[in-house]
């Protein structure tokens, strides 16, 4: 039975009428007559009553006009989806983010996609940090991630989406909690927590920071993820400094005071690097870059505004 077969059946079931279908269906009536008999003789039953004056359905088919109508339009959609995820705008997005992004960039992200791209799927991969975002992403665990510049390793595009000022975290009752303002130099003698990671973009930041001030930074702790990390500082076992999107995670214990001189962190969108242009390349990825990097820029285009 071929979808041709169905599709010139329901034809004849709709109108009732051979030339009424065959002028529908731009096929000549004696083609359709014969491609009709061709799918009565395959499945041994008589799908029409046929006089001089009327043709009309008998039981069987009708029920093959049900489940014809069904079967064309999951063959329909089925081609839409299709077409849809060939040119991008639907299907499974893998994105992963680092612990911060997910709370400060995460429901912008999301609103974004489903406003835009409504087909497209996201399933989020949280708290990841750019070494193992950068190594999904080659793997193709990921398909998009939002990382702290520079990528490690090769193979990893990216565009930066924002800039955050590093900030100071410290327990309730340390010291410089009562400080509106604190400068680098203040931290010379204090304890630091910083990531286990290795390749922390923000310890890295936190390091430029430090050397800038005069000194190298004491680290005596290290946590995996920042939740870890604040809970560290408000035990008093050190202070830290994080990116500004930190004080989206507010926590007993902990207060955050801006630092005149702590510098920056990048975030970037970052994806698999196409081998060429008819390799790797994934037109999702490139339709959702597309919609979010410039969203995401202009309203990190529009906070600097506020800020100045």
């Given at each position: 039975?071929?979808?041709?077969?169905?599709?010139?059946?329901?034809?004849?079931?709709?109108?009732?009428?051979?030339?009424?279908?065959?002028?529908?269906?731009?096929?000549?009536?004696?083609?359709?007559?014969?491609?009709?008999?061709?799918?009565?003789?395959?499945l041994?039953?008589?799908?029409?009553?046929?006089?001089?004056?009327?043709?009309?359905?008998?039981?069987?088919?009708?029920?093959?006009?049900?489940?014809?109508?069904?079967?064309?339009?999951?063959?329909?959609?089925?081609?839409?989806?299709?077409?849809?995820?060939?040119?991008?705008?639907?299907?499974?997005?893998r994105?992963?983010?680092?612990?911060t992004?997910?709370?400060?960039?995460?429901?912008?992200?999301?609103?974004?996609?489903?406003?835009?791209?409504?087909?497209?799927?996201?399933?989020?991969?949280?708290?990841?940090?750019?070494p193992?975002?950068?190594?999904?992403?080659?793997?193709?665990?990921?398909?998009?991630?939002?990382?702290?510049?520079?990528?490690?390793?090769?193979?990893?595009?990216?565009?930066?989406?924002?800039?955050?000022?590093?900030?100071?975290?410290?327990?309730?009752?340390?010291?410089l909690?009562?400080?509106?303002v604190?400068?680098?130099?203040?931290?010379?003698?204090?304890?630091?927590?910083?990531?286990?990671?290795?390749?922390?973009?923000?310890?890295?930041?936190?390091?430029?920071?430090?050397?800038?001030?005069?000194?190298?930074?004491?680290?005596?702790?290290?946590?995996?993820?920042?939740?870890?990390?604040?809970?560290?500082?408000?035990?008093?076992?050190?202070?830290?400094?994080?990116?500004?999107?930190?004080?989206?995670?507010?926590?007993?214990?902990?207060?955050?005071?801006?630092?005149?001189?702590?510098?920056?962190?990048?975030?970037?969108?970052?994806?698999?690097?196409?081998?060429?242009?008819e390799?790797?390349?994934?037109?999702?990825?490139d339709?959702?870059?597309?919609i979010?990097?410039?969203?995401?820029?202009?309203?990190?285009?529009?906070?600097?505004?506020?800020?100045?």
């Amino acid at each position: 039975m071929e979808l041709r077969h169905l599709r010139y059946f329901v034809a004849v079931a709709d109108t009732c009428h051979f030339g009424q279908a065959a002028e529908q269906l731009h096929v000549a009536q004696p083609a359709l007559s014969y491609a009709i008999r061709q799918l009565e003789t395959e499945l041994d039953v008589t799908l029409f009553h046929r006089t001089t004056r009327q043709v009309s359905l008998t039981p069987a088919g009708e029920f093959l006009r049900a489940e014809a109508m069904r079967i064309l339009a999951g063959v329909d959609d089925a081609e839409r989806g299709v077409r849809r995820i060939a040119r991008g705008r639907g299907g499974l997005l893998r994105l992963g983010l680092t612990g911060t992004a997910a709370f400060s960039h995460l429901p912008r992200i999301a609103r974004i996609v489903k406003r835009e791209l409504p087909d497209v799927a996201l399933e989020i991969h949280a708290d990841m940090l750019t070494p193992d975002q950068c190594d999904s992403l080659r793997t193709g665990a990921l398909d998009l991630g939002l990382l702290r510049p520079p990528a490690v390793g090769d193979g990893v595009e990216m565009t930066v989406i924002d800039t955050e000022s590093l900030v100071l975290a410290v327990s309730a009752d340390h010291r410089l909690a009562a400080e509106p303002v604190v400068s680098m130099a203040d931290l010379r003698t204090e304890p630091f927590i910083g990531y286990a990671s290795r390749d922390s973009a923000v310890n890295e930041a936190v390091l430029r920071s430090c050397r800038r001030a005069g000194f190298v930074p004491n680290r005596e702790h290290t946590a995996a993820g920042t939740a870890v990390l604040l809970a560290l500082v408000a035990a008093d076992l050190g202070i830290a400094v994080v990116p500004e999107s930190v004080r989206a995670l507010p926590l007993d214990g902990v207060v955050f005071r801006d630092l005149l001189d702590g510098g920056t962190v990048e975030l970037a969108l970052a994806w698999k690097r196409a081998v060429d242009r008819e390799g790797l390349a994934n037109p999702l990825v490139d339709a959702v870059v597309g919609i979010l990097a410039p969203a995401l820029g202009r309203e990190y285009a529009g906070s600097l505004e506020e800020i100045l």
